[in-house]
């Protein structure tokens, strides 16, 4: 079974790490073979102070240019000021630098230059004080800005609605917080910092570029996504919510998967966001459950959880598997102004997949094939098994992403075979209905 990979992060310890083993190994070679000559070794011990100096150099440098990537500031209750935190807690960034500037004993970084910390003031002016040209959503948190540090790094804020005594909301921010600040993957919104300053509460966030999956389905995002992007977009999802039930020491359970929390890259890639309901699972290994209010959205709500107010990690599988039906759907998990037997998408697609008419369920707006119509159909049928009922017939996430992974290797495989099909028939003279699309052609079938 694939473990799930998270980004390879190079951190200033290891490039010192690395270094000072190579320069053992060169004075130990170096001095077996001139056995104690007073003069080599004081050659010997220019050109390891002489290395030493030219790495700490490099290491600074590449601090300096990695600040926004190697920072390691955990979060600390009460603390007032912003700490830019690219990197989620495993020691701070002092430890890091100062780790590095004592290597030869004389300090190369300049650790208050280092230390990017953040101000109310700062984040106002990145933002252009919170100006309505700036803002770029808003949901039940409170309102989110684009913002450019002075470092250049783009930023999402997300400020909360003022209202101080609101106990909810203010739990809520801890809740995000707390998450945010313990995931580190490709494909989880990182997590930079927070501020709390008199009423104000702000998350500071990476700003992802290219809307949410909900917007693309809706079409508002220019081109439509074709299957082969949705199968990209569905893996990467599947890999972020089995590195929070996996990977994260206690476990996350998302708790509101859902398309508008899906953001897009520019190359169609995705990362899971808004953590606002995220709630950490209980840390004894042993419990299957922890009981709490309900929290969601409604059409994605597991309905064991809403029975039995037990939350466990296949509710987010429930959410998923609605997430797959909207996404080969293109329909929203509810839409009220349809019939009664199409109200509710995961109902009426998993009835048209148990009549064999899953082609009449394929989103309209995706091109046609006999591989793209496969696709979906091994999709509905994955979608299937995570709406199971009961929660213990569900897979893993990380079951999906393997099963997912597969289906779109089938695809690919498949859409090869379509558009060698097509050629072969051009051809020979025989034209074709086919159209391209961008893994090939396919052959049309409706
Ligand atoms: N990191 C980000 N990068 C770019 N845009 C973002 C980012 N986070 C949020 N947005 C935009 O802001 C909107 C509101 O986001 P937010 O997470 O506050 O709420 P939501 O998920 O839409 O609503 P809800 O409160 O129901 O979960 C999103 O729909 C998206 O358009």
């Not at 993957?185 to 997590?191: D, S």
Request: with cysteine; glycine share 6%; hydrophobic share 35%.
């Amino acid at each position: 079974m694939k473990k799930t990979q998270s980004p390879l992060i190079i951190r200033p310890g290891h490039i010192r790490k690395l270094n000072s083993n190579s320069s053992a190994r060169t004075a130990e070679n170096y001095t077996g073979k001139n056995h104690q000559k007073s003069n080599n070794n004081h050659a010997l011990n220019y050109i390891i102070s002489a290395t030493k100096k030219a790495v700490d150099i490099f290491a600074a440098i590449f601090l300096q240019q990695k600040k926004v990537d190697s920072n390691t500031i955990p979060y600390q209750a009460g603390q007032t000021s912003y700490s830019l935190n690219t990197s989620p807690a495993r020691g701070s960034r002092k430890s890091l630098i100062s780790r590095l500037s004592t290597y030869d004993g004389s300090p190369e970084v300049d650790t208050a230059q280092s230390q990017n910390t953040l101000s109310f003031e700062e984040i106002h002016k990145a933002t252009g004080k919170f100006s309505p040209a700036n803002k770029i959503g808003e949901g039940g948190f409170g309102t989110v800005y684009k913002g450019i540090l002075k470092n250049r790094t783009v930023v999402a804020v997300k400020r909360a609605k003022r209202e101080p005594y609101d106990q909810r909301l203010s739990a809520e921010f801890k809740n995000e917080i707390l998450a945010l600040s313990k995931i580190e993957h490709l494909n989880l919104v990182r997590f930079y910092g927070y501020l709390q300053h008199r009423d104000e509460r702000l998350i500071v966030i990476e700003y992802v570029s290219n809307g949410t999956l909900r917007e693309h389905l809706d079409g508002n995002r220019g081109s439509w996504l074709e299957i082969g992007a949705r199968l990209d977009i569905a893996i990467d999802v599947a890999h972020a919510i089995t590195y929070l039930h996996t990977y994260t020491d206690p476990p996350i359970i998302h708790r509101d998967i859902k398309a508008s929390n899906i953001l897009i890259t520019e190359k169609l890639r995705a990362k899971v966001a808004n953590f606002g309901f995220a709630r950490l699972a209980a840390e004894d290994p042993g419990a299957t459950h922890i009981s709490t209010q309900i929290k969601g959205t409604a059409g994605y709500l597991d309905p064991e959880y809403l029975r039995t107010y037990q939350l466990t990690d296949k509710s987010d599988v429930y959410s998923f598997g609605v997430l797959l039906v909207e996404m080969v759907t293109g329909r929203h998990p509810i839409e009220s102004k349809r019939s009664a037997a199409e109200r509710v998408t995961i109902k009426w697609a998993l009835g048209k997949l148990k009549d064999g008419g899953v082609a009449v369920a394929v989103d309209p707006r995706l091109r046609r094939g006999v591989a793209s119509i496969q696709a979906v159909e091994s999709v509905l049928k994955l979608a299937r098994h995570c709406l199971s009922p009961s929660r213990l017939s569900r897979p893993s996430m990380r079951r999906c992403a393997e099963i997912l992974w597969e289906i779109r290797k089938e695809y690919r495989e498949n859409s090869t075979i379509s558009a060698s099909f097509h050629y072969a028939n051009v051809v020979e003279g025989y034209g074709s209905t086919s159209r391209q699309n961008v893994f090939g052609i396919e052959t049309v079938i409706a």
